[in-house]
């Protein structure tokens, strides 16, 4: 990026304009590798659980006790948007109907708490035989009772979390921020999860989790900002999505780019499947992560790492920026970006971009009135990305660097929806009104 382009980018960034930083610069590496065999062992451990979990979830005894969601055309979307097809087509991935937790996080959140179960089973002597059915019985689950797993949570990874963790046996403790909503506690209390509230926003919530926990032997916190386990667990999605696209006949090649636009909050999940897809396809995947406009913290972290915004220090926060991290995206109102997940893709991401809220509820509407699809606020983020791309000086930057422009017309465009299934009707109804008012 020339030094005017960034400039400018930097006080759009500042004054909450939406716009759109592009990636794969000269000599960006990233600066921590996880081997594709990491990402296999997280696979085989959701196989090996699958049993289990469609013992103990009345809702995944369909699938087997797989945690999985469907991928398809939105080509009524794809028009609303006015994305020509000469630009390719337009393709959801739908985590937000995921079975068990309701959103992106079933697949991190799920993964952790099932490796930290199978830690403790194994200390004890069980599943010497491989038989996973056995942790459902009495005497396993009085085990898990002496443990306790803890996370601190916007919502969506606390209720992931929560009720992963209560469903195995743990006691399970989730942190929520003052702004946490009330249906999400409610959740969670219902199944026997203990909700503590803290003032503050997120980044506090996680604090003061992290340090109760610390006290305990018996307590494993879940940590959304430097967790492996997590971003293992969100990059198990790739083998999967890999087999829709070939059942789907969608190939993904130098003349067929694939780009995928994906709501981030810490970067966790968007990391995850971001690097599972590059093991996949190396650079023919091109992944842009979508932030609210107050709440841009992972765009800050690779422009900081690129020693873009002097009078930074490493690793900031959006507040340094002057911005307030206030969204309705809750699962994506996060001041602080995962240092694991920025070093993991800052070598192969293929950009990051801001949408402002209006534009989260607008389509939020579009895409329940045109195909029939409910999600929530943050879960819309990405529906911004084609255009962004291709509208942006950046991203068209972006396309020619990368000599993507004349495959445009093959190329798949996936919009990832992140969470819906659990959001109460009343608040669904608000968030549909207020998008439609945007609309009309
Ligand atoms: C958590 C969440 C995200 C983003 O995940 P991060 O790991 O925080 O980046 C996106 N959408 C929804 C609905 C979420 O709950």
Redesign the pocket.
Known sequence: MTFFALRDLVEDLRDARPTLWAGRSEGVRSTHAIDAVEVQQAVQRFVRFAPLLARLFPELQASGGRIESALFPVPQMQQALQLPEQLGRLWLKAD?SLPVAG???AR?GVHEVLEYAEQIALQHGLLADGDYLQLACDAARAMFARYQVAVGS????GLSIGVMASGLGFKATVHMSADAKEWKKQRLRARGVQVVEHAGDYAQAVSAGRELADQDAHCHFVD?EHSLS?LLG?AAAAPHLVAQLAENKIAVDETHPLFVY???????????VALGLQQAFGPHVHCF?AEPVQSPC?MVEMLAGAAALPGLEAHPSVYELGLNNQTE?D??A?PRA?EL?ANVVRGFLGGVFTVEDETLFRHLYLLKDREGLQI?P??A?GFGGPRALLESAAGQDYLQRQKLLPHMASATHIVWT???LFVPDEEYARFLARGRDLSN
């Open positions: 937000h959103s992106i996080k991190g916007t919502g969506n990874l959304d997590l969100y994906i709501p981030c909050g810490v970067g966790g999940a968007p990391g995850g992560f992972f995206a699962g994506l996060v995962s997940a929530e943050s879960a983020a992140t969470g819906g």
